[in-house]
């Protein structure tokens, strides 16, 4: 049976609806046959009538999650402790921002890689026309004037030659690409799943370390105030750590609280918070606001990791225009320099 993909915008809107629904009076059950006589994709209709049918059979809506494969273990989690607690709705309306969060920014994201990406290939293929198409007829120029290009021109030459030769390589290359930046574009659980990859590789640094703790506090607030103690929030936020630094951080984190460290200590020394932040942190916890604090904290950090990759994109723009330039200015410099001697010479 094929797994239904739900995207984070699909999820933060369900979490939503629901939320909203619970807020007028309706149960489960009814709220989400609601939903299913809305929903237009048919297969998230049934995936809709398959809950509403566990949830009036009695089956609490943490398990009724659960028994789906596309809901993350994160929100099953998370919704069964707010259930036990009594804050269903207020873990749904928690939920539906944090996923509506995440879409955001997968967003941001997507459009970081694709303006460069797309950026690049235009590039590329300014230099590679010149390369192929137009060195080849001053050389013919030259030929005819009794000369041969030589020297960097000569080089680019025979660069251009061994490119036309791997042409229809090249083709299927920038077919392949082209093809995956319209998927990246136009499909967003695609992007999804690639900024899921991007973020795995690039680790802690940068832009993507920053945006990674933030999310990482995020989860570790919505867990405290569902209710759940500070080690369990700590187990289930290390569910959405999505690369190997910021998993082994946690654990670290994870073992210094079963050890007896306070929590705002715990994230000091395992790197997760700053020491100015960690006081912060251990004041809010102290005055009995301590997932507030927390929210905030990592409010403060998105933004943070937010400006930083606007402002990374915004330098790449006249970086790669520069660079397009000067590579333009040079081939064209190589070959209309000798030529501008040649025509002195007979005139």
């Not at 984070?8 to 939903?35: K, Q, R």
């Not at 090249?170 to 695609?190: E, K, Q, R």
């Not at 004041?283 to 403060?300: N, P, T």
Request: glycine share 12%.
């Amino acid at each position: 049976m094929k797994v239904l993909k739900l995207t984070n915008e699909e999820l933060g809107t369900l979490c939503t609806s629901l939320a909203h629904l619970y807020h007028a009076g309706i149960g489960g059950a009814d709220a989400l046959t609601l939903l299913a006589q809305d929903e237009q994709n048919r297969d998230t209709r049934a995936l809709l009538h398959r809950m509403a049918a566990r949830a009036d059979e009695g089956v609490g809506l943490g398990r009724v999650f659960a028994a789906e494969a596309c809901f993350p273990g994160y929100l099953c989690g998370l919704l069964n402790v707010g259930e036990q607690v009594g804050r269903t709705e207020q873990t749904l309306q928690t939920l539906g921002e944090h996923y509506r969060s995440r879409a955001r920014m997968d967003e941001r994201l997507r459009a970081a890689l694709l303006y460069p990406a797309v950026l690049l290939a235009v590039m590329l293929a300014v230099v590679v026309v010149l390369l192929v198409w137009v060195l080849p007829v001053f050389n013919d120029v030259y030929a005819q004037l009794g000369s041969r290009l030589a020297g960097v021109a000569g080089g680019l030459l025979r660069l251009g030659q061994a490119l036309r030769a791997a042409l229809p390589a090249l083709c299927v290359l920038v077919g392949v690409m082209a093809v995956g930046l319209i998927l990246f574009s136009l499909w967003p659980a695609f992007g999804q799943r690639f900024a899921a990859l991007w973020r795995a590789w690039r680790g802690d640094r940068g832009v993507n370390g920053r945006i990674a703790v933030a999310r990482f506090l995020q989860a570790l607030a919505m867990g405290m105030g569902s209710g759940m103690t500070q080690q369990q929030a700590l187990e289930l936020a290390l569910t959405l750590a999505d690369n190997g630094s910021l998993v082994r951080r946690g654990r670290q984190c994870l073992g210094r609280v079963e050890q007896g460290d306070g929590l705002a200590q715990a994230l000091r020394e395992s790197g997760l918070l700053a020491a100015a932040q960690s006081r912060v942190l251990d004041a809010g916890i102290r005055s009995g606001q301590g997932e507030r604090v927390m929210e905030q904290l990592a409010e403060r950090q998105l933004e943070r990791g937010e400006a930083e990759l606007e402002n990374a994109v915004a330098r790449v723009e006249p970086v790669l225009v520069v660079v397009t330039c000067v590579m333009v200015g040079i081939i064209l410099l190589s070959v209309m320099l000798p030529l501008i001697h040649i025509m002195t010479g007979i005139g």
